[in-house]
């Protein structure tokens, strides 16, 4: 079993930065991890993804090179640092993990455990 605790959430208003974070525990895997938010009334979807091997990332279009995904690997920790925050990016945010080293997508469908998740919003 794996507990995921995100962090960092917070009130800024438009053009500020955040950084995310999330405690990985329990059955640390090395699969992919990422981050997902879901603003109120909307669907999920998601923000960004890495594979913790190669380090390779994916990230949604609207993230339009404001955000970058990191993990400490030594720290279990992922992160989420958002630049140029704009008002659409009010939502919860979430981190989860995929269970099995293969696939690494921002699909939803692809992960196993989740984070409680963390506010973020942002005033214009």
């Known amino acids: 079993q794996v507990q995921l605790v995100e962090s960092g959430g917070g009130s800024v208003e438009a053009g500020g930065s955040l950084r995310l974070s999330c405690v990985v525990s329990?059955?640390?895997?090395?699969?992919?991890m990422g981050w997902f938010r879901q603003a109120t009334g909307d669907e999920r979807e998601g923000v960004a993804a890495i594979r913790p091997t190669t380090g390779s990332t994916y990230y949604a279009s609207f993230v339009g090179g404001r955000f970058t995904i990191s993990r400490d690997n030594a720290k279990n920790t992922l992160y989420l640092e958002m630049n140029g925050l704009k008002p659409e990016d009010t939502a919860i945010y979430y981190c989860a993990s995929r269970g099995r080293p293969d696939r690494c997508s921002i699909e939803d469908r692809l992960f196993d455990d989740w984070g409680q998740g963390t506010q973020v919003t942002v005033s214009s």
């Open positions: 329990g059955d640390t895997y090395s699969g992919c």
